[in-house]
């Protein structure tokens, strides 16, 4: 299987300030793995919508994925309680 690219939306950057360090290194750790399958264990797809989710810890991961290009383009990290409002 091809190893996907990892892009960011530019929100993203701004999420993560929110979110303490030791969280942060998990969560990136946790993206990292969506390059070699982003379609693992544990992710889930959102309805209505051509995004999916996983989780880590309390926080989700919110992110496409295109196939044709092989791109996941990560688009909202943020609290579970806050991450589905306005994205």
């Known amino acids: 299987m091809a190893s996907y690219r990892i892009s960011f939306k530019k929100s993203v950057a701004k999420d993560l300030r929110d979110i303490p360090n030791k969280d942060v290194k998990r969560i990136i750790e946790r993206i990292d793995c ?3 399958n982003p ?7 959102l309805s ?3 995004r ?3 989780r880590q ?3 989700r991961i919110v ?4 196939d044709e290009e092989l ?3 990560v688009v ?4 579970r309680a806050q991450v589905y409002k306005s994205s």
């Open 63 to 66: 992110y496409e994925i295109q």
């Open 76 to 79: 909202k990290v943020a609290h």
């Open 39 to 45: 379609r693992a264990e544990g992710c889930i797809r």
């Open 52 to 54: 999916y989710r996983v």
């Open 71 to 73: 791109v996941v383009l």
């Open 34 to 36: 969506l390059s070699k």
């Open 57 to 59: 810890g309390v926080y």
């Open 48 to 50: 209505g919508q051509e």
